[in-house]
């Protein structure tokens, strides 16, 4: 009977190579194959290294077919690594059904830590680090993402987000709309990299810079905003929600009309986010 191998979770650099750990070189150069989301990306990370062995490709549009697959190799004693383009897998990537098949197999998952954009980003902001929420990427249509947005919007722990560096300026404008232009944030980007920024500020303050500098709509972003705190005011909150739902249809002035009217919360603090 065989013994089972070991699916290595490995995390990545998120930009300087220098943060791959000794350890996670030595597990990528002794597994039996390395599941890959982009195959080219990670070969070029492996090239680096002077590293060599198989790639597979394991990524949104194939996972729940290759995990069994892979699953049946592992039970059959090879030991396979899970890596991502960077950073830690399974954060904002493809892997949990790979994972959970593994475990109710019974064969042994390790993690081997490393960077992660979402934690590196916290542990710079300088806003509260005690409760936090992941909330990834917001969706892409602009609809969607103002209603996610108002769901969070009394949400008392800090937000952490993923954006993309062509939809970074319409997230700003629609966090400082549900949250009030008010509320401190954090933007990180392309951290650990030669053009590493961390701006601070409100998010009125964080849309302006971004939009003075076509800098700051380059490369990959991590968006922190501090919560609501535990004693939001209930009706502001309500009324930003409203408000974000009624804009969507109706002139800026009447929505916030509306939505005063309906929660109660000052008309001032609805319309343009203030």
């Given at each position: 009977m065989h013994t089972p191998g070991t699916?290595?979770?490995?995390?990545?650099?998120?930009?300087?190579?220098?943060?791959?750990?000794?350890?996670?070189?030595?597990?990528?150069?002794?597994?039996?194959?390395?599941?890959?989301?982009?195959?080219?990306?990670?070969?070029?990370?492996?090239?680096?290294?002077?590293?060599?062995?198989p790639l597979l490709a394991l990524h949104q549009h194939n996972e729940e077919a290759q995990a069994a697959q892979l699953v049946t190799r592992l039970q059959a004693g090879d030991s396979l690594a899970l890596v991502s383009d960077a950073g830690?897998?399974?954060v904002s990537d493809p892997g949990f059904r790979?994972?959970?098949?593994?475990?109710?197999?019974?064969?042994?998952?390790?993690p081997l830590p490393g960077a992660c954009a979402a934690i590196a980003a916290l542990s710079v902001a300088g806003l509260p680090s005690d409760?936090?929420?992941?909330?990834?990427?917001?969706?892409?249509?602009?609809?969607?993402?103002r209603e996610r947005l108002a769901r969070l919007a009394a949400e008392p722990r800090t937000l952490i987000f993923y954006e993309s560096a062509h939809r970074i300026e319409e997230a700003l404008?629609?966090?400082?709309?549900?949250?009030?232009?008010?509320?401190?944030?954090v933007l990180a980007r392309e951290l650990t990299k030669l053009f590493?920024?961390?701006?601070?500020?409100?998010?009125?303050?964080?849309?302006?810079?971004?939009?003075a500098d076509p800098n700051q709509r380059r490369g990959e972003f991590v968006l922190i905003v501090e919560g609501a705190g535990d004693d939001a005011d209930a009706k502001l909150i309500e009324g930003r929600r409203l408000y974000a739902k009624l804009s969507e249809h109706l002139p800026p002035s009447t929505a916030a009309k509306l939505a005063a009217?309906?929660?109660?919360?000052?008309?001032?603090g609805l319309y343009g986010g203030g």
């Open positions: 699916l290595h979770i490995v995390a990545t650099p998120i930009g300087n190579l220098g943060d791959l750990s000794p350890r996670a070189l030595e597990i990528l150069r002794t597994v039996a194959a390395i599941c890959a989301e982009d195959t080219r990306h990670t070969r070029q990370l492996l090239s680096h290294f002077g590293l060599e062995r830690t897998p399974l790979l994972v959970r098949a593994a475990r109710a197999a019974g064969v042994r998952v390790s409760r936090f929420v992941f909330e990834g990427f917001l969706p892409a249509r602009a609809s969607a993402r404008a629609d966090m400082a709309t549900a949250f009030g232009a008010a509320r401190p944030a590493e920024t961390v701006l601070d500020g409100d998010l009125a303050e964080l849309r302006e810079r971004v939009a009217e309906l929660s109660g919360a000052p008309r001032k």
